[in-house]
Each structure stands twice: as structure tokens, then as C-alpha cells.
């Protein structure tokens, strides 16, 4: 089996949707020895910002020696990011010899819960120390949550996201993110955390016997901030956060807490978060013309966004080329990014969930958006705005396909 061929069937998988449950991704652990029984595990869940916590939890990890997985999604631009030890990509051959043992045991499978199995058997059969598993959607029923009794449980700022499949309330969705508490386990959140989604994690962390961590705001003190990061105090550690925004401070905390938790010294968390970097997230890719490059694609990821460029470059507007999927919450994440956009350019990512980019443009003038035009594809769209100042949001899908455009000006 090829690389582009493990691709390929790994990607055919997605046609099998999302089915609640735990049963098949068993079924494919044990196919592979049960490899989710060999490790050490920290398991991160929440709507935003799990990503960021996850990769800082990783290096600071890392930062004590220790050999260090890293499972996330969604990826930039590389699928092999997806899975890490030590910040190094799965290599092809790895992920090829995988994909064919497990394509072997003729299971059905969802492409999560495919992919975590292979996650689980490359972490173990490379001996990793501790993995950092990022939860795919929700938690009760997602793939990661087959390991049994995880170091500590992290549930990052929970927003409303995937309502059709994690409910229509913060309440709901944080009872859906609470299936990853396992009894007796530390937990730590955000101190952002929105009342309705506390109260469940407070009554669930109660009901396991779980010590629950909840930062206070005031521990998050921001001394300077700049297009290069910031330097805060958190939980009366001095930090520098590499990640831009005042939102990746908060991740931060959250990421020194539950180190804190685990007896990690804060001489290792301090290394640790300073050298965090993760793609598309409010990355900066060039300072003349500026470029912002940003993944988020919910309102809550859209008021990050917001709150960041009044912080770090106030009054600034964009040319704003922006492509997202339709089961979003585009018109709300639209119409919070208005007064950032001088211009804007719809595009269509390639992916069957991504949205028209002709009712992208309906929306985003109904948003009060003004010089709004159409482009066919994302090269289309970064030649329409020639050498404006650019932000490119909406969608990790669109961000994928920005990135190395960018890069090779």
C-alpha cells in the first residue's frame, strides 16, 4: 500500500457518517492488540481551543523528557499532522503499514474512529511515555473515549457547535463533552467556562469523585501583547504565550493547571508553552502586506478572532476571504466579523460540506458586508485581493488550502 492509497481508503471511510457508540472502535482496538491499554493518557474535550491546550500540553509534556503523542484534528495541511511523537509527523511508511494491517480485519468503521485506531497502535507500538488525545466531537461517544482511566480530563471553553449532534443548549453539549470524565480523575476547564455548561461539568466531576480545577479569571494576567505573542502571568507563573490572542492566555492557564495537577515543574510548563506553534490559528504569515490566517469557524471562534485584532492591531481592516461549511452558524459568525472587513471574497473549499460560495456572498451582503465578490476557488480568491492586507477565515478546510499559496509568495 501506497501513502496516497492509505489516503484513499481512509478517506472512502467517511461515507459511514457518525454513529454513536463505541462498539466498532473496540472491535478495531482489538483487532490491533487493544493498544489503547499500553499508554498514559491526558484526554482533551470542549468546542474551542482544544487544539491549542492540546498542543501546549504536549510540549510541556515533552519538556520533561518524556516521549510525547500528540493526537488532534482536524489537520492544516498535511494529514500526517494529525498524529505526533516529539512534534515529528506519523511518517508514510507508518501510517501505510497501519492502514493496511487494520484494512485487513475487514471491520466497518467510521474514518474517526479508523484513524484513532491506527493513532492508538502507532503510539504504543513506538513506546510513547504519555499520548495527548484531542476528542473528535463531543466525547460521551466519540472514538478517543475508549481509554479507560486518562492522567486527568481537560474540557476546554464548551460554545454551541454541532447542535445537531451534540443538542441545541450549552447544557447539552457540556453533558456530551462530560462523557470523558472517568471516576477518580483529576478535571480542569476553562475559567471561561459559561455557567450552563459549568454547572454539568461541577455535578458530573461530583458524581465520579473527580477533583475539579476551575482557574479563576483574575488568574489570567495579561502583561503585553503583540503580533510576536504575550507575556502573562498565569496562576502566578510568569509565561510567554507564543499563540496570539488573549483567548490563547486562557488556554494557556488551563494548560498550566492541569500540568500543575500531573507534579509537572513549572520550570517545564514554562519551556513547554513558549515553544507551542500550531498553524491557522490567528497565524500571522506576513507583516507587509499583513496576513491573518485563521481556522476557526463558529461564532465563538469568530469573537476570539474579533477580540484579538482590537487587542493587537485596533482600528485595522481587511480584505476578508472567507470559506465555510454549511452546517456552521454563518450568518452569526459573519456578522460579528463585520467592522474587520474593508472587502470581501467567497470562496468554496474543496469539501461536500463546504458551503456555495454564491450563498456565502448572499449571507455576507444580508451581514452588511459591502464590496462583496465571488471567486472560484481559493487561488482565485488570493489573486482577486492582490496585495491588500488579508484576513483568511472560516474554515480550517479553506485555511488547508490558503496556507501554501501563501507561503510560496
Not at 465563538?300 to 485584532?309: E, M, N, Q, S, Y
Not at 471567486?375 to 474554515?395: F, K, Q, R, V
Request: charged share 20%; glycine share 8%.
Amino acid at each position: 500500500m501506497t501513502y496516497p492509497e492509505a489516503l484513499r481508503y481512509i478517506h472512502s471511510l467517511e461515507r459511514f457518517g457518525i454513529v454513536p457508540g463505541l462498539e466498532r472502535v473496540a472491535l478495531l482496538c482489538r483487532a490491533l492488540g487493544d493498544p489503547q491499554r499500553q499508554g498514559r493518557f491526558v484526554h482533551v474535550a470542549g468546542t474551542n481551543g482544544k487544539g491549542s491546550v492540546s498542543t501546549m500540553m504536549a510540549e510541556i509534556l515533552r519538556a520533561q523528557g518524556l516521549r510525547v503523542g500528540l493526537y488532534t484534528s482536524p489537520y492544516v495541511t498535511n494529514f500526517r499532522e494529525r498524529m505526533q511523537i516529539n512534534g515529528e509527523l506519523i511518517p508514510e511508511e507508518d501510517l501505510c503499514f497501519w492502514t493496511e494491517r487494520l484494512r485487513g480485519a475487514g471491520l466497518p468503521a467510521t474514518e474517526f474512529e479508523f484513524v484513532t485506531a491506527v493513532a492508538f497502535a502507532w503510539f504504543a507500538a513506538r513506546q510513547c511515555d504519555v499520548t495527548v488525545l484531542e476528542v473528535g466531537l463531543g466525547g460521551r461517544w466519540d472514538a478517543t473515549n475508549l481509554i479507560e482511566a486518562p492522567l486527568c480530563t481537560i474540557i476546554t471553553k464548551i460554545a454551541l457547535d454541532h447542535t445537531k449532534i451534540l443538542g441545541g443548549t450549552l447544557g447539552k453539549i457540556a453533558a456530551e463533552k462530560c462523557g470523558a470524565i472517568k471516576p477518580g480523575r483529576p478535571v480542569i476547564t476553562s475559567c471561561e467556562q459559561p455557567p450552563q455548561a459549568l454547572s454539568v461539568i461541577q455535578k458530573t466531576a461530583s458524581e465520579r469523585g473527580c477533583e475539579l480545577i476551575v482557574p479563576a479569571p483574575e488568574e489570567c494576567e495579561i502583561k503585553t501583547a503583540s503580533l510576536f505573542g504575550s507575556e502573562a502571568a498565569l496562576a502566578g507563573l510568569p509565561v510567554r504565550v507564543p499563540l496570539l490572542g488573549p483567548h490563547m492566555c486562557r488556554n494557556a492557564l488551563i494548560a498550566v493547571r492541569a500540568a500543575r495537577a500531573l507534579g509537572v515543574p513549572d520550570s517545564c510548563i514554562q519551556r513547554g508553552i513558549a515553544r507551542a506553534r500550531m498553524p491557522a490559528r490567528m497565524e500571522v504569515l506576513s507583516q507587509s502586506p499583513l496576513i491573518l490566517l485563521d481556522g476557526g469557524h463558529n461564532p465563538d471562534g469568530a469573537r476570539a478572532l474579533a477580540a484579538t485584532i482590537d487587542a493587537l492591531l485596533p482600528g485595522q481592516q481587511f480584505t476578508m476571504i472567507s470559506g465555510m461549511m454549511a452546517d456552521k452558524d454563518v450568518a452569526e459568525y459573519l456578522r460579528v466579523l463585520r467592522p474587520f472587513a474593508r472587502a470581501f471574497i467567497a470562496c468554496q473549499p474543496q469539501n461536500p460540506r463546504a458551503l456555495p460560495a454564491r450563498e456565502l456572498v448572499s449571507l455576507a451582503k444580508q451581514a452588511g458586508y459591502e464590496h462583496v465578490a465571488c471567486a472560484n476557488s481559493t487561488e482565485h480568491a488570493l489573486w482577486l485581493a492582490g496585495e491588500s492586507d488579508l484576513l483568511i477565515c472560516g474554515s480550517f478546510y479553506l485555511a488547508g488550502e490558503a496556507r501554501p499559496l501563501l507561503l510560496a509568495w
